[in-house]
């Protein structure tokens, strides 16, 4: 049977706004930590892999610093390239026309939620990090 596994409730992420979250994943047999980040734009709930398609490395270079000066963009902290919220889609920067990938997530009763086989009970907080900065703990539901 698939498992329902609570990222955060809806009200944790407001509007326009951007939240980390270090997941676990087990993988080949080995757990390993899964970046990923949640936003909200005109009600619809956004869930993306807190990579960039450009060198790999993590949106938020500053943990948590997510969004552009102005706030409306999602921005790699390394190279300064902007990506629409709503569809991920990179349209300045060294990856233009690239995408953030997408991650399926079901709203349940007030939270937000992913279905993925590959997630763990295990939060991913112990897992070693270079620029780790954890902020959630997956519960299933």
Not at 57 to 74: A, I, K, Q, S, W
Not at 92 to 109: A, M, R, S, T
Not at 121 to 137: A, N, Q, S
């Amino acid at each position: 049977m698939t498992e329902l596994f609570v990222i955060c409730e809806t009200m944790e992420v407001q509007e326009e706004e951007v939240r980390g979250f270090v997941l676990a994943r087990q993988i080949e047999g080995e757990m390993k930590p899964w970046p990923i980040l949640m936003t909200r734009k005109g009600g619809a709930f956004h869930a993306y892999e807190n990579v960039c398609p450009h060198a790999g490395n993590r949106l938020d270079t500053v943990p948590g610093e997510f969004l552009d000066e102005e706030g409306n963009f999602l921005k790699c902290g390394t190279h300064g390239a902007l990506f629409d919220l709503e569809t991920g889609h990179c349209f300045i920067g060294p990856c233009k026309g690239e995408n953030l990938k997408p991650i399926d997530i079901v709203i349940d009763d007030g939270d937000i939620c992913m279905i993925d086989d590959t997630l763990t009970e295990e939060d991913g907080l112990h897992l070693h990090e270079p620029d780790e900065h954890p902020e959630v703990m997956i519960t299933s539901d």
